[in-house]
């Protein structure tokens, strides 16, 4: 069974560009989370979905929005970067999303922001 | 607000075992974890403990819940040099989030 995938895995843009990640969850997984790995702020959550809805949000600006498709696949958008958005970005993702379900995380996605 | 605490770093000589030690703020999590994360990989779930539960073992590691005094520890049983990562606690509360803590990075020296 294949694991969470995500592409890219690396990423350099400029300031004021924006930038899509996409995350394709494990087969049959309807939940799909975001995180967010900096040096200093270490993990934090971003947003979860499910069923194409978005189920529960992290403390992070407007700049930083995504979508489920019907497939489950998940991208998220950052809209004019700032160089503080470099980071890591993690997929997660889990069955239905429920305390008991293990979450399964992908290798990530390095964005740079020159 | 809910808050994961970690010490930064732990070296240890490969056979020894070694405790990180974590502590956490919400006593209503459901579920607590252990990931591992190695150089540019992702995360990697180790263990997790139930609430309800103060120990729970599963071949070299051995996790201890406190709950009175909010205390998680993961012990890794002769610990090998591909032990050295960084580990990292995790609370998991209503719905879906993870709340981590900033991570220990193990170093295992020969």
């Known amino acids: ?114 | 607000g809910e808050d994961v605490e970690q010490s930064l770093f732990l070296s240890v000589r490969e056979g020894d075992s070694s405790v990180i030690n974590c502590t956490y703020t919400d006593s209503s999590s459901t579920y607590l974890y252990w990931y591992k994360q190695e150089p540019g990989a992702g995360l990697q779930l180790l263990t997790y403990i139930f609430s309800n539960m103060d120990m729970k073992q599963d071949q070299r590691l051995t996790v201890l819940l406190n709950k009175k005094d909010k205390h998680l520890s993961l012990r890794i049983a002769d610990t090998q040099t591909g032990d050295s990562a960084i580990y990292f606690c995790a609370e998991r509360e209503a719905g879906n989030m993870l709340t981590f803590g900033g991570g220990t990075r193990l170093m295992v020296k020969p």
């Open chain 1, 1 to 114: 069974k294949a694991g969470v995938t995500q592409t890219p895995r690396y990423l350099i843009k400029t300031r004021g560009q924006q930038v899509t990640l996409s995350c394709s969850p494990i087969s049959g997984h309807r939940s799909v989370s975001w995180y967010q790995q900096t040096p200093g702020q270490g993990l934090q959550f971003l947003f979860e979905y499910f069923s194409e809805t978005q189920r529960n949000k992290g403390n992070f600006p407007g700049r930083f929005s995504g979508r489920q498709f019907s497939n489950s696949r998940s991208e998220m958008n950052v809209s004019t970067l700032e160089l503080g958005d470099s980071a890591l970005y993690l997929c997660a993702s889990s069955l239905e999303g429920t305390s008991w379900d293990e979450q399964f995380f992908g290798p990530g996605t390095r964005l740079t922001v020159l």
